[in-house]
């Protein structure tokens, strides 16, 4: 069964696309640990970094420094963490492959591994439009 990553890359499953090019997806997670929460994934499914032809995880990390940059210049936060877990005893629960930026502003508390619950849809597409449009 195709995971809930590769139903989002088919359109299957509705997501707030942040950028999308042939190898990468980037949209908002809808389940965030901060505002801005973003998930980069390659479009194939693999369940982790091992398992991931070089060629993908190269455009993956291109993807993610890409969206990373307009996070920045959208959110303008103090940091960011990037997190790629691999297996669920390092706390994976998609398996296909995927990172993490999760914005970060100084005191905020947030920890990239625990979630604030459920985001709201609207904001999360009016996030992925505003990212979306800084992505140079």
């Known amino acids: 069964m195709a995971s ?5 890359v088919t359109g299957e ?5 942040v950028y999308e090019d042939e190898h990468t997806l980037a949209f908002m997670d809808i389940n965030p640990a901060s505002r801005g929460h973003t998930l980069i994934i390659c479009k194939e499914e693999y369940p982790g970094l091992l398992d991931v032809p070089p060629r993908l995880v190269e455009a993956v ?3 993610t420094q890409r969206v990373a940059r307009a996070i920045m210049t959208t959110l303008q936060p103090d940091g ?3 997190v790629q877990n691999n297996g669920a ?3 994976q629960v998609v398996f296909h492959y995927h990172i993490h930026i999760v914005p970060r502003w100084k005191g905020d508390q947030v920890s990239p591994f625990s979630r604030q619950g459920k985001a709201d849809p609207q904001e999360l597409q009016e ?7 800084n992505m140079h």
């Open 4 to 8: 809930i990553f590769s139903r989002i």
């Open 13 to 17: 499953i509705p997501s707030a696309k």
């Open 61 to 63: 990390a291109r993807t």
């Open 80 to 82: 960011l963490n990037i």
């Open 89 to 91: 005893a390092a706390g």
């Open 127 to 133: 996030l992925a439009t505003m990212i979306g449009n």
